[in-house]
């Protein structure tokens, strides 16, 4: 059994951030505990990826723990997934990385946010095998187990690392594809099939940009408001505030957002 440790420097944080860490630390002493286990994974009746029982134990201490001190409504990947109609919905994903967890390959994250409106009040994305929890609230910074974090500074193409992250749809697979064949010989190009570890490296600086399709609120929310606390900058493909009803997502350390918005502009219907 693998002990999960949460920062020790909460007490300064909203209530509602305190709140969201502690489910998401909850969740992940689930999944460090079944980690090394034989996963039996059935594919989800969407066809849209796997989901597996720690998912299901995950989610369920995530709504336990929500529901016991917060009246705010829950939109969650595997038994509420509607848009969120609410003033504030939290917004969440039991193991972003499902596939990720499923092959023993740790990289995946407890993903949980607090949507107000249009806008990401606060965000949580927690691996409990890396140990790593970070987190922001509007206004208040990001942080990496309670020391603050900022996206790179680097706007060097032959340093640049780039995330390019493919839904599962069709058309999403061919605008992967087509990104690919016009970023492939400028950046470092990386996929690690979990937006949540993608969106929280790039908001610690390790990479430079992140570009997907295809993904569904829960999957991005939380790293909107981190990657945009600590620096960076996060809109749709075409430059305009990033919409819940639509998956296009540019996210970058800002130095580099120009210019990956004119090379993917015409690529969003």
């Given at each position: 059994?693998?002990?999960?440790?949460k920062?020790?420097?909460?007490n300064?944080?909203?209530?509602?951030?305190?709140?969201?860490?502690?489910?998401?630390?909850?969740?992940?002493?689930?999944?460090a505990?079944?980690?090394?286990?034989v996963?039996d994974?059935?594919?989800?009746p969407d066809?849209?990826?796997?989901?597996?029982?720690t998912?299901?134990e995950?989610?369920?201490?995530i709504?336990?723990?929500l529901?016991?001190?917060?009246?705010?409504?829950?939109?969650?990947?595997?038994?509420?997934?509607h848009?969120?109609?609410?003033?504030?919905?939290?917004?969440?994903?039991?193991?972003?990385?499902?596939t990720?967890?499923?092959?023993?390959?740790p990289?995946?994250?407890?993903?949980i946010?607090?949507?107000?409106?249009?806008?990401?009040?606060?965000?949580?994305?927690f691996?409990?095998?890396?140990?790593?929890?970070?987190?922001?609230?509007?206004?208040?910074?990001a942080?990496?187990?309670?020391?603050?974090?900022?996206?790179?500074?680097?706007?060097?193409?032959?340093?640049?690392?780039?995330?390019?992250?493919?839904?599962?749809?069709?058309?999403?697979?061919?605008?992967?594809?087509a990104?690919?064949?016009?970023?492939v010989?400028?950046?470092?190009?990386?996929?690690?099939?979990?937006?949540?570890?993608?969106m929280s490296?790039?908001a610690?600086?390790?990479?430079?940009?992140?570009?997907?399709?295809?993904?569904?609120?829960?999957?991005?929310?939380?790293?909107?408001?981190?990657?945009?606390?600590?620096?960076?900058?996060?809109?749709?493909?075409?430059?305009?505030?990033?919409?819940?009803?639509?998956a296009?997502?540019?996210?970058?350390?800002g130095?580099l957002?120009?210019?990956?918005?004119?090379?993917?502009?015409?690529?969003?219907?």
């Amino acid at each position: 059994m693998m002990n999960v440790q949460k920062p020790h420097n909460l007490n300064a944080l909203s209530a509602d951030l305190q709140l969201a860490i502690d489910a998401a630390f909850r969740a992940g002493q689930v999944i460090a505990d079944h980690f090394m286990e034989v996963v039996d994974a059935d594919i989800k009746p969407d066809g849209k990826g796997l989901v597996t029982r720690t998912d299901q134990e995950s989610e369920q201490v995530i709504l336990d723990t929500l529901r016991t001190h917060s009246d705010y409504a829950i939109v969650s990947e595997e038994t509420a997934p509607h848009a969120p109609s609410a003033d504030l919905s939290w917004i969440i994903d039991p193991i972003d990385g499902t596939t990720n967890f499923a092959r023993k390959i740790p990289l995946f994250a407890v993903s949980i946010a607090l949507l107000q409106g249009e806008d990401v009040r606060l965000g949580v994305l927690f691996n409990p095998i890396a140990a790593e929890c970070v987190y922001a609230e509007q206004g208040y910074g990001a942080y990496l187990n309670g020391q603050p974090i900022r996206v790179s500074s680097s706007a060097e193409p032959a340093s640049t690392v780039l995330f390019l992250n493919n839904g599962y749809r069709s058309a999403d697979k061919q605008r992967h594809a087509a990104l690919v064949d016009r970023f492939v010989n400028r950046y470092s190009l990386r996929s690690l099939g979990a937006t949540a570890v993608e969106m929280s490296y790039l908001a610690c600086g390790r990479a430079e940009g992140f570009i997907c399709s295809g993904d569904e609120l829960w999957d991005y929310a939380a790293g909107i408001v981190i990657v945009e606390e600590a620096g960076g900058k996060v809109t749709d493909w075409k430059g305009q505030h990033w919409d819940r009803r639509n998956a296009f997502i540019c996210a970058s350390n800002g130095s580099l957002h120009d210019e990956l918005l004119a090379t993917i502009a015409d690529l969003q219907p």
